[in-house]
Structures are given as C-alpha cells and as structure tokens.
T-cell receptor, first 110, second 112 residues
Framework: TQLLEQSPQFLSIQEGENLTVYCNSSSVFSSLQWYRQEPGEGPVLLVTVVTGGEVKKLKRLTFQFGDARKDSSLHITAAQPGDTGLYLCAAMNRDDKIIFGKGTRLHILP | DAGITQSPRHKVTETGTPVTLRCHQTENHRYMYWYRQDPGHGLRLIHYSYGVKDTDKGEVSDGYSVSRSKTEDFLLTLESATSSQTSVYFC???????????FGQGTRLTVV
C-alpha cells in the first residue's frame, strides 16, 4: 500500500517563527500536491510539484519536491496567525487513485 | 468556492435510515468526487464520476452508492446509515482529474 506520511502531526509555534513540515513516502510519485484546510472548509490547493528537486515559492511558503520524488517539504517563513490550518499532501498512487496524507495541524500563536 | 455547493451542510440521522447528500456545481466540470474525512484517516475517496452516468468506486465505497444524471449534480446515498459513516463528507470537482480539484465546504453527517 502506498502511503503518504506527514510529520509532525501537530505543531504550535509563535508568530514570526519559521517552520517546516514534511510529507514522506517509500514510493515514487510523478507529482505531489499541498493543500491547506481551514476549520469548517474544504481543502484548498496551494501548489503542485512535478520535477525531482523542484522548489516553488508562494509568498512566505516554500515547497520542495525531493530529488527522488518520494518526499516533499513545506517551509513557512515568519509564520502568521493566518497560516493556521491543516496542511495536507496528496499524490496519485500506482492505481491512478489519489491518496492524501493525514495532515499536519498547524497553530500559530499571536 | 469555484461554484460548488453541498447540501445539506449538517445532518443528524438515525442508524438504518437512508441518507442522500447532494453536490451541485455551476462550472460544467467533467469530474466529480466524493470524499470522507475522519480523524486519523485523512481524506479518503468514496466514489467518483467522469461524466454523466459514468461512475467508479474509490478506496472506501462499501455502503455507499452514487448517481450522476446531470453534469451539475452528483448524489451520494447511504442506503442504510451506520454509526461508522459518521464523518465529514466533501465533494470535489475538476476538469483534469483528482489532483486538480476544487472542494466544496463539506457536509457533517452524524449517525446516531
């Protein structure tokens, strides 16, 4: 079974600090996505990474796809309370079905 | 929210009763999906549709059926609700497949 393991499960930090969350697998994926989900809402797509070693930036968020396309990281610089939410990674498995990680719940303290 | 509406937003029902959740889109997207989200499991695909009257099973389809008689509507039916089907259900739409989907706001279903 192909799995996406996200770590940490929970993270609570002060406003202004930097943080990194991870999405790891033993499987190779052709692409990987990151979503953010706020309470009471559906997930919203943040980015798609498709090339090994690729780095994408979205304002204070930096996404990296591992060279071997098995893992990805999301780094947030100078976290703000608006970054609070559940961060999910997702990818297509070998059966062409989408799988999601269980998510990292991030809480930024003002 | 990309023209996607789920109804109802909240529902409490009794074990053994039938329940139908509706997903309505105004984007004319080809693909529609139903997911459930549970603590400790994340998002899991229940069923999806790739066109009118074309549907297929996802990872956790047992106990659920779907229908899509029009492009804009995708219905999820629990024929006989069980407590294990208490969850938050999300509909998603896409023109390019599941990795490019827009999600609805969810339906919180409680089976008592």
């Amino acid at each position: 079974t192909q799995l996406l393991e996200q770590s940490p499960q929970f993270l609570s930090i002060q406003e202004g600090e930097n943080l990194t969350v991870y999405c790891n697998s033993s499987s190779v994926f052709s692409s990987l996505q990151w979503y953010r989900q706020e309470p009471g809402e559906g997930p919203v797509l943040l980015v798609t990474v498709v090339t090994g070693g690729e780095v994408k930036k979205l304002k204070r968020l930096t996404f990296q796809f591992g060279d071997a396309r098995k893992d990805s990281s999301l780094h947030i610089t100078a976290a703000q309370p608006g970054d609070t939410g559940l961060y999910l990674c997702a990818a297509m498995n070998r059966d062409d079905k989408i799988i999601f990680g269980k998510g990292t719940r991030l809480h930024i303290l003002p | 929210d990309a023209g996607i509406t789920q109804s109802p937003r909240h529902k409490v029902t009794e074990t053994g009763t039938p329940v139908t959740l509706r997903c309505h889109q105004t984007e004319n997207h080809r693909y529609m999906y139903w997911y459930r989200q549970d603590p400790g499991h994340g998002l899991r695909l229940i069923h999806y549709s790739y066109g009118v009257k074309d549907t297929d099973k996802g990872e956790v389809s047992d106990g659920y059926s779907v229908s899509r008689s029009k492009t804009e509507d995708f219905l999820l039916t629990l024929e006989s609700a069980t407590s294990s089907q208490t969850s938050v259900y999300f509909c998603a739409i896409s023109d390019w497949g599941p990795l490019w989907a827009f999600f609805g706001q969810g339906t919180r279903l409680t089976v008592v």
